[in-house]
């Protein structure tokens, strides 16, 4: 009767130590994030990092380098790092700025966008992709970039954002084929 409590033990023991070591091996993102949900690095000039959501360590950024909801990123002086978002959206962060990428939603079936940033300090540069811009009307997609003072909602197809932590300004471009001799964008603090 012993015998096989102690051998259906062995392979309890076994398949749970396998099932560890498999979770140690695997790639950290496939957890992290649904496909589709992440920011990928496109361009990085000078010296960006990320801190991953969850770690402690600021890590070198790589171009390929995938940001996933609750990463944060900052540019030193002199540097720059392009993001390209699932949407074709493109954000730059510019030299001296840090971003956490606090929410980051993106449905292809029914073609919603869910996107809060939140510009901590510095600069950052989003260019939302123009189906997008047609969805936030129709769909109620959303993209927004917090500062600790503003929330500026994408209403164009180009949108700034500036702050030091204290004053904030933001501007927007507006949509491509807008009318003649309507506002080109503002400045507004």
């Known amino acids: 009767m012993r015998r096989p409590q102690l051998n259906d ?3 309890l023991v076994t398949m749970l130590g396998l099932g560890m070591l498999l979770l140690l091996v695997s790639p950290a993102p496939v957890f992290a994030q649904q496909a589709g949900s992440t920011a990928e690095i496109k ?3 000078g010296r960006v990092e990320v801190l991953q959501k969850g770690q ?3 890590l070198p950024v790589v171009i390929g380098a995938q940001l996933a909801e609750g990463d944060d990123i900052r ?3 002199g540097a720059s790092a392009e993001l390209a978002l699932p949407d074709t959206s493109t954000v730059v962060l510019t030299e001296n700025s840090r971003l956490l990428m606090t929410k980051m939603e993106f449905d292809t079936q029914n073609r919603s966008r869910f996107v809060l940033l939140h510009l901590a300090v510095g600069k950052v540069r989003a260019t939302i992709a123009q189906a997008a811009v047609a969805l936030a009307r129709a769909r109620q997609s959303n993209f927004a970039i917090s500062t600790p003072t503003a929330v500026a909602a994408a209403r164009g197809t180009i949108m700034w954002v500036f702050t030091d932590g204290d004053k904030g300004m933001m ?5 491509f084929g807008a009318k003649e001799g309507a ?3 503002t400045w507004r603090n």
């Open 9 to 11: 033990t062995l392979l």
């Open 43 to 45: 361009r990085v000039v």
């Open 56 to 58: 402690t360590q600021w």
């Open 75 to 77: 540019a030193y002086a």
């Open 171 to 175: 501007a927007v471009e507006p949509e």
């Open 183 to 185: 506002s080109v964008g």
